[in-house]
């Protein structure tokens, strides 16, 4: 079959691989267009566009997926098949109808739940012991098309969100070469979602990743993990801000208030939180590098009684 692949990040970069590595023709690629990224914001090409350049393939990144230049060149390379993963757009009607055989999308959760921008973090944050990907077919309303495959995964106590995404675009590359082979076939089966049991995994913002210290240290954990590695967790000390990259926990309740520094010494940054202690692993003061808490200790005073504060 002929395929045209939407794609932008690093999570889409397995299954453009996968497809390249079938029997079946990726005729073109569609990704976002290249914008500022990083500290230095710098205009630099998205993971995918490097891929798709380095493979040889036709390339279209419209600003807008109305444009009649895009249009035209969509439906001129005649795909049989649309897929779908971490594009970052919604589609339009338009490109909906031009594949022979609609659109196949890879989305990373147990759909109905998490449909949405951010299902992978959401799921962490909310301390989710399971995700997945789903492939689905893709229609108007975001993330509700019928189900073609899914598959499980556990969630590890101490994951980020980072390293379960490596693993779902793994994962979802294979599910979705495999749903391919089956739809061309023409052995498809498909199961509608569920509406009514469908939660949303909304876009993530860089204020989420402000720490209450009053919540427990689970919960302080799991957001930390879910931010990681973007927009990252962060907390105050005296005045100044500092990203909690990696963590544990224990259970124990001393009798401090929540904030609290109870231990800093050698490798250990432990926290008094509403209800258990954070044991910081990995730490960050804003525009400087992650450093392990042993090196951060070795140059940044802090005594045991000083606290973490939810304001500068």
């Known amino acids: ?9 690093d999570f889409a ?12 023709h990726v005729v073109g690629v569609v990704t976002r267009p290249d914008r500022p990224r990083g500290r230095g914001q710098k205009t630099t090409a998205a993971p995918i566009k490097i891929r798709a350049a380095a493979a040889g393939l036709a390339l279209l990144q419209p600003d807008r997926l109305t444009d009649p230049g895009f ?7 005649r795909p049989d098949l649309g897929i779908v993963a971490a594009y970052g757009k919604i589609l339009t009607d338009a490109v909906l109808a031009t594949p022979r055989l609609g ?9 109905p739940q998490y449909r949405g921008a951010a299902p992978i973090h959401r799921a962490i944050i909310n301390g989710d012991r399971e995700t997945g990907v789903t492939i689905m077919r893709v229609v108007k309303a975001l993330d509700a098309g ?12 101490d ?23 089956v739809l061309a076939g023409g052995r498809v089966q498909e199961t509608p ?12 913002t860089k204020d989420e990743g402000l720490i209450d210290w009053t919540w427990s240290a689970q919960r302080i954990h799991n957001l930390i993990r879910g931010l990681h590695p973007w927009p990252h967790a962060f907390t105050f000390l005296g005045g100044h801000r500092l990203i909690l990259r990696r963590s544990t926990t224990s259970p124990e309740s001393p009798a401090a208030p929540p904030g609290t520094i109870l231990e800093s010494a050698g490798d250990r940054l432990r926290v008094v939180a509403g209800a258990g202690v954070l044991d910081v692993v990995e730490i960050q003061a804003e525009g400087k590098r992650p450093m392990a808490v ?11 009684g000083d606290a973490f504060k939810s304001c500068p």
Do not use: C, K, W
Not at 13 to 24: E, G, K
Not at 103 to 111: Q, Y
Not at 159 to 181: H, I, K, Y
């Open 159 to 181: 994951e980020t969100s980072e390293e379960v995404e490596r693993d779902l675009a793994r994962l979802g590359a294979d599910l979705l070469a495999a749903s391919v082979d």
């Open 193 to 204: 979602q569920n509406d009514a049991t469908a939660t949303y995994a909304h876009r993530l």
């Open 1 to 9: 079959m002929r395929l045209v692949f939407f794609g932008t990040p």
């Open 71 to 77: 249009l035209g060149a969509f439906a001129a390379l």
């Open 13 to 24: 970069v397995p299954t453009l691989d996968a497809l390249l590595r079938s029997h079946h």
């Open 103 to 111: 659109l196949l999308n890879v989305h990373a959760s147990l759909l």
């Open 146 to 157: 019928p189900m073609l495959a899914r598959v499980r995964r556990p969630i590890g106590a």
């Open 294 to 304: 042993r090196d951060f200790l070795a140059g940044h005073r802090i005594a045991h």
